[in-house]
């Protein structure tokens, strides 16, 4: 599947766009809080001792049409690969995902090829993970999606224009 804004921004009130760095989700955020009027949310880690659960109830409960540019998903991939655990549990990631949905909402996983990714982040940033490194997190996105599925509708976009 390919990115398509206008289909999404017809159908979703809520949109998560959720993947691995460079991979194009602030692109197709500020796209759709530009183009479609929704109001784009950028999450970055939450600080230890923030409880991260109310913050992404909070957010999900702001009125208005949303896209976040990451969100709980992140915590549940990062969280066991950099620090050994998630801070969200499977029943809160569950009732996230099903707020999500309660708001005509969407889990849009953009992804590409780790090799497409690694050279995007290198041209990007100057730095990138291996492709070790990059296989781990696509295959912890996939695992987390696949699960997440169960409560909210879910989307895979191979976003290779991005990547």
């Known amino acids: ?3 398509d804004l206008a289909t999404w921004a017809d159908r979703y009130e809520v949109i998560v766009l959720e993947g691995g760095d460079g991979v194009g989700k602030t692109t197709h955020a500020t796209a759709l809080a530009a183009t479609y009027g929704y109001q ?4 970055t880690r939450t600080p230890e001792g923030v409880d991260l659960f109310e913050r992404h109830r909070t957010v999900l409960a702001l009125p208005g049409r949303l896209v976040l540019d990451r969100s709980f998903v992140s915590e549940l991939v990062y969280g066991p690969l950099l620090y050994g655990h998630a ?3 499977s029943s809160q990631a569950a ?3 099903g707020m999500v949905t309660a708001r005509r909402g969407v889990l849009i996983h953009l992804t590409a090829r780790p090799e497409q990714i690694r050279a995007r982040l290198l041209a990007r ?3 990138a993970p291996t492709l070790d490194q990059l296989h781990r997190l696509t295959s912890r996105y996939l695992t987390v999606f696949a699960d997440l599925a169960r409560h909210a509708t879910v989307l895979t976009v191979a976003n ?3 990547a």
Do not use: K, S, Y
């Open 87 to 89: 801070r969200l549990t």
């Open 125 to 127: 940033d100057g730095t």
């Open 95 to 97: 009732e996230l995902a």
């Open 160 to 162: 290779v224009e991005a």
């Open 40 to 43: 784009r949310i950028h999450a």
């Open 1 to 3: 599947m390919t990115p």
